[in-house]
T-cell receptor, first 111, second 114 residues
């Protein structure tokens, strides 16, 4: 079973920041938080991951709470192409572990 | 990031037949994974394929139905055997890139069984 809880769906206006929450209250000390997105039945696209510090790359920012029980993915300036299902996944460090996908959040960017 | 290709991208097959899906990576990787995504559903792991050893199957998936080959560090195949309409899904391979501790996915193979 997935170890994360996400809202089923969200809307965001084009050009605004999209903030996608994720709860992972049972996360272990050796588990990272990963975010992927899937655009209309394409292969999932890696976005970002982090352990406990906030992370930022060219796609998004990841904010992890101090107790690591929840996190937020931020798309700073959402575009129509960001419409997708976003998956928050926890996975043990050192990889070689499967990704367990939950149902994700369906994000719709509104023109 | 790793670049992954899959063949075929889609296929329509008759029940009772088998289809072999190929996954090619542009770099050597230790672990490759095969996932299934049924219509309207999330991804479910079928098996993990390590080069030089038997694939490890998840609960609910068996080797006779989904045989996997992993002949080298850049290639793997998944066969969907004796297909039924319930096998209609998107099949995706992914690879684990140790340097970035990240999994990357191929574009998927959309299978329709009539």
């Amino acid at each position: 079973d997935a170890k994360t809880t996400q809202p089923t769906s969200m809307d965001c206006a084009e050009g605004r920041a999209a903030n996608l929450p994720c709860n992972h209250s049972t996360i272990s000390g050796n588990e990272y938080v990963y975010w992927y997105r899937q655009i209309h039945s394409q292969g999932p696209q890696y976005i970002i991951h982090g352990l406990k510090n906030n992370e930022t790359n060219e796609m998004a920012s990841l904010i992890i709470t101090e107790d690591r029980k929840s996190s937020t993915l931020i798309l700073p300036h959402a575009t129509l192409r960001d419409t997708a299902v976003y998956y928050c996944i926890v996975r043990a460090y050192f990889g070689n572990e499967k990704l367990t996908f939950g149902t994700g959040t369906r994000l719709t960017i509104i023109p | 990031s790793a670049v992954i290709s899959q063949k075929p991208s889609r296929d329509i097959c008759q029940r009772g037949t088998s289809l072999t899906i190929q996954c090619q990576v542009d770099s050597q990787v230790t672990m490759m994974f095969w996932y299934r995504q049924q219509p309207g559903q999330s991804l479910t792991l079928i098996a993990t394929a390590n080069q030089g050893s038997e694939a490890t199957y998840e609960s609910g998936f068996v080797i006779d139905k989904f045989p996997i080959s992993r002949p080298n560090l850049t290639f793997s195949t998944l066969t969907v055997s004796n297909m039924s309409p319930e096998d209609s899904s998107i099949y995706l391979c992914s690879v684990d890139q140790r340097v970035t501790d990240t999994q990357y996915f191929g574009p998927g193979t959309r299978l329709t069984v009539l």
